[in-house]
């Protein structure tokens, strides 16, 4: 199972991006989606979720800005992100709680690699 991310980048404050990230392999079932990032010299923290049921869930820091969306035909979800300040600035990493074909009773965590997102006039 593999997770590709796509769609960072350079955008000036107040502009918009939209990360997606495709999970493909052996999938009987995709659980909770989501996002996550990491600021130079922070720790990685929860940017957005989406579960099976289309739930999601928000940090505080970006609620009401980013957009959570996921296409189960396509395995994949997307991150919205509009009006970007210079704080957004961070390497964004895709996640999926992913049952194989192999172990289709246990969930497991699968990580993307990140894409860079730098908000910068």
């Known amino acids: 199972v593999q997770l590709q991310a796509s769609g960072g980048g350079l955008v000036q404050p107040g502009g918009s991006l939209r990360l997606s990230c495709a999970a493909s392999?052996?999938?009987?079932?995709?659980?909770?989606m989501g996002w996550y990032r990491q600021a130079i010299g922070v720790q990685r923290d929860l940017v957005a979720t989406?579960?099976?049921?289309?739930?999601?869930r928000y940090s505080d820091s970006v609620r009401g800005r980013f957009t959570i969306s996921r296409d189960n035909a396509k395995n994949t979800v997307y991150l919205q992100m509009n009006s970007l300040k210079p704080e957004d600035t961070a390497v964004y990493y895709c996640?999926?709680?992913?049952?194989?074909?192999?172990?289709?009773?246990?969930?497991?965590?699968?990580w993307g690699k990140g894409t860079q997102v730098t908000v910068s006039s």
């Open positions: 996640y999926a709680d992913i049952r194989t074909m192999r172990s289709p009773g246990t969930g497991v965590h699968y």
């Open positions: 989406i579960a099976s049921s289309s739930s999601k």
């Open positions: 392999g052996s999938i009987f079932d995709i659980n909770d």
